[in-house]
Structure formats: C-alpha cells, structure tokens
C-alpha cells in the first residue's frame, strides 16, 4: 500500500511563507511524478503544482508562478512546496498525490495523501 503524508500546513498572515512537505513510506517517491493539488470549501479541487519523476518537467497553476516551488529530495524521500507570498485566496486543504506523468489533472493520479490545512488570514 503506498501511503502519503502532507505536512507542514498551518495559519499564516498574507505575503508569508510555508513549506509543505510530501512523504512516503513503503515506496520511493522518485519512481513517479508527484502532484500537490488544494480544495477550497465549496470548490473542486485543483491542480497546483506537479513534478515529472526525474525532475525535469515542472508545471504550476498560473496563479502561483512566482511564489510557488516544487521540489524533490530524493535523500529525504520527500517532495517539497515552497510557498511565499502567500495570499487569502491561497487557502485550502493541500493534497499531494502520485502518479504515472506530471501535469495538474487530478485524473491521472491514484494514490493520495490526507492533506493538511493551510489558512491565509490576517
């Protein structure tokens, strides 16, 4: 069973940072692309961020270009995003999933995580 765990989502005020963090265990997380998707109350759930498994091919949400970083630590067995510049609008729940290709479709992606909250708020 390969399980995911999202952590690092927390309360912060606008134009601050967050790093969330997206773990595995029972398997290595550079054997697939990895997504980090978010849902608002009320709304679906959308693709944020993706990285291709060698890391070559990154994509984000146009709105998050510029203040959002994907990364992989292969050592860590982790998956990072980077979040600066935060703003209200970027509040959510944060899934990261695995999956065969890098893209923001939700589709393509069957294993996920839990999520963990994260609130922009003054």
């Known amino acids: 069973q390969l399980q995911l765990v999202e952590s690092g989502g927390d309360l912060v005020q606008p134009g601050g940072s967050l790093r969330l963090s997206c773990a595995a265990s029972?398997?290595?997380?550079?054997?697939?692309?990895i997504g980090w998707f978010r849902q608002a109350p009320g709304k679906e759930r959308e693709g944020v961020s993706a990285?291709?498994?060698?890391?070559?091919?990154?994509k984000y949400i146009d709105s998050v270009k510029g203040r959002f970083t994907i990364s992989r630590d292969s050592a860590k067995n982790t998956v990072f995003l980077q979040m600066n510049s935060l703003k209200p609008e970027d509040t959510g729940v944060y899934y990261c999933?695995?999956?065969?290709?890098?893209?923001?479709?939700?589709?393509?992606?069957?294993?996920w995580g839990l999520g963990t909250q994260v609130t922009v708020s003054p």
């Open positions: 999933a695995a999956g065969p290709s890098a893209t923001l479709s939700v589709r393509p992606y069957n294993n």
């Open positions: 029972g398997f290595r997380l550079d054997a697939y692309a």
């Open positions: 990285i291709s498994r060698g890391g070559a091919l990154i």
